[in-house]
């Protein structure tokens, strides 16, 4: 069974840049949310996508976007950096159950740099 | 809205002495609580869930809706359980299962 696997594992980019990561659910799993995690904090929420809808978005402006393929792959988009937005992103897989909060499953993350 | 503090920042202890990481949470609804753990150069993984009430790695943790916390304890520290620990919760039978996670607790267990 493979994990949830992320791409780039770093990433520098310059303020106004877009930049785009991606994720690779973890086999069976049709549920992927995306966290933010600045230095020092735990993981923010920013959006959970299930069956290629987004199904639900923490505080977050809409310059933060994404997509979910088919496969059940993802992409988070981040438009007009910012220098608040260096952090690292995860990625989480879970096989949503109707009715049920299921155990995500991390992978190991993205981290952007902006200057 | 839904909180969750971790009021330690650091915690150290000795080998085989006792460990409680403290997890406080707000929240109006049902909560589903979690602890995630990290290691050194590890992605962020499951610990415990409260709803499954069982015993990982030592670690238990009872879910008390009185004081709202869900705290941590381990009665006997090993040297690979430092780590950075994660309280979080999720809401239960709403559209999307986000996490809201603490700011995380680095446990230190000193040989």
Not at chain 1, 61 to 90: C, H
Not at chain 1, 94 to 113: A, C, H, I, N
Not at chain 2, 38 to 64: C, M, P, V, W
């Amino acid at each position: 069974e493979t994990g949830v696997t992320q791409s780039p594992t770093h990433l520098i980019k310059t303020r106004g840049q877009q930049v785009t990561l991606r994720c690779s659910s973890q086999s069976g799993h049709n549920t992927v949310s995306w966290y933010q995690q600045a230095l020092g904090q735990g993981p923010q929420f920013i959006f959970q996508y299930y069956r290629e809808e987004e199904n639900g978005r923490g505080n977050f402006p809409p310059r933060f976007s994404g997509l979910q393929f088919p496969n059940y792959s993802s992409e988070l988009n981040v438009n007009a950096l910012e220098l608040d937005d260096s952090a690292l992103y995860l990625c989480a897989s879970s096989p949503r159950t109707s009715g049920s909060g299921d155990t995500q499953y991390f992978g190991p993350g993205t981290r952007l740099t902006v200057l | 809205a839904q909180r969750v503090t971790q009021p330690e920042k650091l915690l150290s202890v000795f080998k085989g002495a006792p460990v409680e990481l403290k997890c406080n949470y707000s929240y109006s609804g049902s909560p589903e609580l979690f602890w995630y753990v990290q290691y050194s150069r590890q992605r962020l993984q499951l610990l415990l869930r409260h709803i499954s009430r069982e015993s990982i790695k030592g670690f238990t943790a009872d879910l008390n809706k009185g004081e709202t916390s869900f705290h941590l304890k381990k009665p006997f520290a090993q040297e690979e359980d430092s780590a950075m620990y994660y309280c979080a919760l999720t809401t239960r039978g709403a559209g999307s299962y986000q996490l809201t996670f603490g700011k995380g607790t680095k446990l230190s267990v000193i040989p």
